[in-house]
Antibody, heavy 122, light 107 residues
């Protein structure tokens, strides 16, 4: 079955760290750009970061630059998000998503995990 | 950064109604516009990509149109399973951004 499964969420104090993981199965993980998208409780969706197939290119939303690091291990079919210096405003469900490039130019999220909740609170 | 603005933020409609949701970009994004549906407690699901291309497996009552800065998602005949939140998203330039969402509720 083609799927993404996130793990690693939980309760962390402000200033703390957390590492999220996303296990991919049912498709050739190394062939796809991957992404993290988050959603604060009761709010809309926010793109967080993208990573290229070989990890050579990474992009972040400004609010997490310097604090979050996206990475991947193609041998383990896994995507990661290392989150440091966490703030209350980072509280959200974090989704792992696969990026599809239609016609080699139009990019969109075609596969999503169920998400993992990160709560930053003292 | 490109800002995406959806309207309305919410709407009430009945089964069988034709529903239209609009999305406006703060600058031209050509056809780099996608639409997602999200039901409570679930992950989003892509409906439309490249402004007007229907994702495989999505019912044909969903359609998308537009280019440049103005886009539309249309549900031709609303079904009970369509009551959900809908988001537009641009992939024209980093940082990718979503609209604030439109909640479609039962009238």
């Amino acid at each position: 079955e083609v799927q993404l499964v996130e793990s690693g969420g939980g309760l962390v104090q402000p200033g703390g760290s957390l590492r999220l993981s996303c296990a991919a199965s049912g498709f050739t993980f190394s062939s796809y750009w991957m992404s993290w998208v988050r959603q604060a409780p009761g709010k809309g969706l926010e793109w967080v970061a993208n990573i290229k197939q070989d990890g050579s290119e990474k992009y972040y939303v400004d609010s997490v630059k310097g604090r979050f690091t996206i990475s991947r291990d193609n041998a383990k079919n896994s995507l990661y998000l290392q989150m440091n210096s966490l703030r209350a405003e980072d509280t959200a469900v974090y989704y792992c998503a696969r990026i599809r490039d239609a016609y080699n130019i139009y990019w969109y999220f075609d596969l999503w995990g169920r998400g993992t909740l990160v709560t930053v609170s003292s | 950064d490109i800002q995406m603005t959806q309207s309305p933020s919410s709407l009430s409609a009945s089964v069988g109604d034709r529903v239209t949701i609009t999305c406006r970009a703060s600058q031209s994004i050509s056809s780099y516009l996608n639409w997602y549906q999200q039901k409570p407690g679930k992950a989003p699901k892509v409906l439309i990509f490249a402004a007007s291309s229907l994702q495989s497996g999505v019912p044909s009552r969903f359609s998308g149109s537009g280019s440049g800065t103005d886009f539309t998602l249309t549900i031709s005949s609303l079904q009970p399973e369509d009551f959900a939140a809908y988001y537009c998203q641009q992939s024209y330039s980093i940082p990718w951004s979503f609209g604030q969402g439109t909640k479609v509720e039962i009238k």
